[in-house]
């Protein structure tokens, strides 16, 4: 089964930065595409970010957009997403999600395999 782990989460303060990782275990994640997404409580899941299998496109959200980067390393079997100029709305369960289409997506309906997530706190 496929399998998916973030981590990095933490409590930071506003303007702080964070990286978050997604590890895959028992597959390829190179043959992939992978999105990032993030809840609240209270909210809908929303994806904020995305990466097509070898890095080519990428595509954001309007709210991180600027201050978020998603990047992975297929060598390493893993993605990231570094988090810069933190707010207080960011704080939510940030998820990785996978998907074998190898186009750019920020829906949730499309991603298949998920991650348990890691939890972001920005609080001053």
């Known amino acids: 089964q496929l399998q998916l782990v973030e981590s990095g989460g933490d409590s930071v303060q506003p303007g702080g930065s964070l990286r978050l990782s997604c590890q895959a275990s028992r597959f390829t994640l190179e043959y992939y595409s992978v999105g990032w997404f993030r809840q609240a409580p209270g909210t809908e899941r929303e994806g904020i970010a995305c990466?097509?299998?070898?890095?080519?496109?990428?595509s954001y959200a309007d709210s991180v957009k600027g201050r978020f980067t998603v990047s992975r390393d297929n060598a390493k079997n893993t993605v990231h997403l570094q988090m810069n100029n933190l707010k207080p709305e960011d704080t939510a369960i940030y998820y990785c999600?996978?998907?074998?289409?190898?186009?750019?997506?920020?829906?949730?309906?499309?991603?298949?395999?998920w991650g348990q997530g890691t939890q972001v706190t920005v609080s001053s």
């Open positions: 990466i097509t299998r070898r890095g080519g496109r990428t």
């Open positions: 999600a996978a998907r074998s289409i190898d186009y750019v997506s920020l829906s949730v309906s499309e991603y298949g395999y």
